[in-house]
């Protein structure tokens, strides 16, 4: 079993930076990626950004690369996601995942693993 807990959100000018953090425990096998999701009502869950635990390797989505950072740090077995120039559109419940390494981490069905959420919301 993985447990994951997400902190950080909240609301943020547009413009403004948010650091989002994902605690995680549990099997290390099970957790060597860890993304991060986000949904805005009526919306699939979308990808934003994975990184493998390990490895280090990162991939983004192309609406926030260049403005997310994925990063970890294995002492605290923490994932962060760095969010700077905030749109209005950014706007949505941000969700950590957890899984195996597998291909597709792009895809919700690559992760097994799932915490609550922490709502971020930018105004414009």
């Known amino acids: 079993q993985v447990q994951l807990v997400e902190s950080g959100g909240g609301l943020v000018q547009a413009g403004g930076s948010l650091r989002l953090s994902c605690a995680a425990s549990g099997r290390t096998s099970s957790r060597s990626a860890v993304g991060w999701f986000r949904r805005t009502p009526g919306k699939e869950r979308e990808f934003v950004a994975t990184?493998?635990?390990?490895?280090?390797?990162?991939y983004y989505a192309d609406s926030v690369k260049g403005r997310f950072t994925i990063s970890r740090d294995n002492a605290k077995n923490t994932v962060y996601l760095q969010m700077n120039s905030l749109k209005a559109e950014d706007t949505a419940v941000y969700y950590c995942?957890?899984?195996?390494?597998?291909?597709?981490?792009?895809?919700?069905?690559?992760?097994?693993?799932w915490g609550q959420g922490t709502q971020v919301t930018v105004s414009s």
């Open positions: 995942a957890a899984g195996p390494l597998r291909v597709g981490l792009a895809s919700k069905a690559a992760y097994d693993y």
């Open positions: 990184i493998t635990w390990s490895a280090g390797s990162t």
